[in-house]
């Protein structure tokens, strides 16, 4: 995600994932609703973050559900205030808005300049090396909420302490089970280092 201007970003979306899922079947349809949650609970960014929890999660899992499960408790929910959807209601901040499937936008300028697809760096990715810039779909922001008492931004850093600790858990044990789905037996253990 990158803001391109005041009120829109580029949203690129890891194919196969539950929000590729849901933009193919809404593909060029309309509008679809979205909260995007920043600074929420350490459960919610392990679903959220750790990338391959589709290859395991059905589609339309409760992933919010299996989040809040996974901290005893569940994940609280408030409507979003300018779009027909929800957001997590410990958020540090909340931006609201919708994705067009009929519009795409660069990532970065110099894509768009020499009108190049993965090409030109974009951002560092979990694996370790530089992402790439492609034409994704459009985010268009339609309000921008934080919590009332001094929110607070905490980015995960990839590669950091932090991000292997959440994400990294997840990821080794998706890639484990999607091991034994497909030999089974055959892989004892997992690990990213």
């Known amino acids: 995600m990158n803001f391109r201007g005041p009120d829109y970003s580029s949203f690129q979306i890891s194919p196969g994932s539950h929000m590729d899922q849901v933009a193919t079947h809404w593909y060029r349809k309309g509008p679809i609703p979205v909260t995007i949650n920043i600074g929420i609970p350490p459960t919610c960014t392990m679903m ?6 589709y290859v395991i999660l059905p589609r339309g899992c409760d992933e919010l559900g299996v989040a809040g499960a996974l901290q005893g408790r569940p994940v609280e929910l408030v409507r979003a205030r ?3 959807a929800w957001s997590i209601a ?6 609201e808005g919708y994705l067009d499937t009929t519009q795409k936008v660069w990532e970065s300028p110099l894509a768009e300049k020499d009108d190049a697809q993965g090409v030109h760096p974009f951002h560092p990715e979990w694996s370790g090396y530089m992402g790439k810039s492609y034409r994704t779909y459009r985010f268009q922001a339609t309000a921008i909420t934080h919590r009332a008492d001094r ?8 590669h950091g302490m932090d991000e292997h600790f959440i994400d990294g ?4 044990a998706c890639f484990l089970e999607l091991a034994e789905r497909i030999v089974p037996g055959l ?7």
């Open 48 to 53: 959220a973050g750790s990338g391959f929890t």
């Open 187 to 193: 892989c004892v253990d997992t690990h990213i280092p």
């Open 90 to 95: 410990s958020a540090e901040y909340v931006i």
């Open 151 to 158: 929110p607070l931004y905490y980015g995960l850093i990839v």
């Open 82 to 84: 300018t779009q027909d």
């Open 169 to 172: 858990i997840v990821r080794e």
